[in-house]
């Protein structure tokens, strides 16, 4: 199944839909994918009422999209393709910490700062650095606690692309204090288009994951490119560790961390800023994941910084 939250013209307010053939199943009630899933966490009921009793039937093509999950309960974002963790590190000089391989590392993130799949995004203040990273998050179907990774996985609901926009400035001043990252990061989090169910994606099985091509642009100019399929981390391994002493609910987003070469603070450690230089206002950036559609959005600029002092 894949389902979306989009604003109704019937009832002029947002809504969940479940997709079928390019056109949106809208359902009156509740009023977003969240409710559905604390209704029933496989969404085979309301997909079901949906196709037999839909507020509306309108064309995706063109439809006001919001995240699908757009108030979750928490964001966690991990850090679970090696190949950034290891290009991120030689741009410092470092090498990969033999933890990575043992701990499955994640920060929160804002949930208030949810964005749809096409909302303009705004440069967080102060920042001259700021960056996209190229994701995939999970979405939790149901509550669990101390779970086990093949556990975990039967608690995922399905997959969207993600997007954890970067102040790299701010986030590298602030981690020097040992804490973090907090405003290098919370500014957006962009999540969508659609929510697509495991089962839509079981004949792509590879690796830890996935075989998902993921991509990412600037005006219309390849930047990045990777594979779901090259996680070190698996999804239902990031929900076990983020459930251990505690629980995870339903709606808590979980981004995968970006890809190899998902992101300007590698490319530019790589190749330079010349070639890849950071994000200014009016820049488009689209990132897009096979099956799970595509996320673009415009940059503007930052807000002026108020002073504390």
Not at 196 to 220: C, F, H, I, Q
Request: with cysteine; net charge negative; glycine share 10%.
């Amino acid at each position: 199944m894949r389902w979306v939250t989009y604003a109704s013209p019937a009832v002029g307010a947002d809504r969940p839909g479940l997709v079928r053939e390019g056109m949106i199943h809208g359902l009156a009630e509740p009023p977003s994918v969240l409710g559905l899933l604390g209704e029933d966490p496989t969404m085979m009921g309301p997909a079901e009422r949906a196709l037999a009793n839909a507020l509306e039937v309108v064309p995706l093509d063109g439809a006001q999209l919001r995240a699908p999950v757009p108030a979750p309960p928490s964001v966690r974002d991990f850090m679970a393709f090696e190949s950034h963790v290891a290009n991120s590190r030689r741009r410092l000089g470092q090498e990969v910490d033999p933890d990575w391989y043992e701990l499955p590392v994640f920060y929160f993130t804002n949930p208030s700062a949810v964005c749809g799949p096409h909302d303009d995004v705004a440069i967080s203040p102060g920042s001259s650095q700021f960056d996209y990273e190229l994701e995939i998050a999970a979405v939790v179907g149901r509550r669990g606690t101390n779970l086990s990774p093949e556990q975990a996985e039967s608690h995922i609901a399905g997959y969207m692309v993600m997007c954890d926009w970067s102040a790299r400035d701010l986030q590298l001043r602030e981690m020097r204090q040992l804490l973090g990252p907090a405003k290098g990061k919370d500014s957006a989090t962009s999540l969508g288009p659609i929510l697509v169910t495991p089962d839509e994606l079981a004949s792509r099985r590879a690796g830890r994951a996935y075989d998902l091509e993921m991509s990412a642009s600037v005006n219309g100019v390849p930047y990045s490119s990777g594979n779901l399929a090259d996680l070190y981390w698996s999804f239902g391994q990031m929900l076990a560790y983020a459930s251990r002493g505690t629980s995870v609910e339903t709606g808590d987003v979980l981004g995968s961390g970006t890809v190899g070469s998902g992101c300007i603070l590698e490319l530019s450690g790589l190749h330079g800023t010349e070639r890849y230089p950071w994000l200014s206002p009016g820049d488009e950036v689209r990132l897009e994941v096979e099956e799970l559609g595509a996320i673009v959005s415009r940059i503007t600029e930052a807000a002026p910084v108020v002073p504390l002092r």
